[in-house]
């Protein structure tokens, strides 16, 4: 009987939930949102990570290169590490990863992504997972079959969050990112507003509209530059799934 419950413990121990963070676009604040998820879910109590399995764009720092976007992550949700504790490939150029990765020479293996994921995310309760650029971000082009970042999703076998911009053309990005979504197997667990203005009528209208269109809620709107997301407990929890 000992060794049963010893057994479920193990296996308890090691049921992580997780959620993937994609976006509209480049630069609608992936990072920015990640950031606030993951301090969010600290605050709350839970042992909560991060990951980023492609980044284009780091940053050399002394002689070494550095994944901005780590960087920013730990720093908000004071993680501990160093910020290429959390990424799998880094490229300096800050191009699409399949044009990055392919100047320096180091092609992304959606296998290797498996496996450091498995590796990294046994040490957390959850773990938030960042994408790059948009839904449709290629990975590498040279192949018969294109390898996207919808295949990473998918390898991983996550639900996402879409982050969208609050601004004029939200309405459009939203939904086309959300079909693409559902039209290719990926559950949508919520969208969230950045940069958004309660006080402007047209974008608590985009609000109303993306979550009428789409019919997937807006979880949660982040002002620009705010340090919190407003989301309750229950909500941020049932975001995740167990992976």
């Known amino acids: ?14 049921m992580v939930k997780g959620i993937f963070i994609t976006a509209t676009g480049t ?18 109590g839970f042992n ?4 980023k399995p492609v980044l284009s764009g780091a940053e050399e720092i002394n002689g070494t290169l ?22 799998s490939y880094m490229f300096k ?31 957390y309760e959850y773990i938030v997972t960042e994408g790059a650029g948009g839904i449709v971000c290629p990975m590498n082009l ?6 996207l970042i919808e295949d990473i999703i998918k390898g991983l076998h996550l639900d996402v969050i879409i982050v969208a911009p609050a601004e004029l053309g939200s309405i459009n990005s939203a939904v086309l990112t959300a079909e693409y ?20 009528k047209m974008q608590t209208d985009n609000k109303i509209q993306i979550e009428k ?25 049932g975001i995740f799934r167990e992976i």
Do not use: W
């Open 66 to 87: 550095t994944p901005g976007d780590c960087a920013y992550v730990k720093k908000i949700a004071n993680l501990e590490g160093n910020a290429q504790d959390f990424v």
């Open 27 to 44: 630069d609608v604040g992936k990072t920015f949102v990640s950031a606030l998820l993951v301090k969010k879910m600290k605050d709350y």
């Open 181 to 200: 979504a559902k039209n290719h197997g990926i559950k949508v667990n919520g969208i969230i507003l950045n940069n958004f203005d309660k006080t402007d």
């Open 142 to 147: 040279s192949g018969d079959k294109p390898f």
């Open 1 to 14: 009987m000992l060794g049963i419950k010893s057994n479920l413990y193990e296996v308890l121990k090691f």
């Open 48 to 51: 909560c990570g991060y990951y």
């Open 213 to 237: 269109l789409t019919h997937i809620p807006v979880i949660a709107t982040v002002e620009k530059n705010s340090s919190d997301i407003e989301i309750d407990k229950n909500t941020l929890v």
């Open 93 to 123: 150029p800050a191009l699409s990863p399949h044009l990055a990765s392919q100047i320096e020479n180091n092609p992304i293996d959606l296998e290797f992504v498996k496996k450091d994921f498995s590796v990294r995310k046994n040490k």
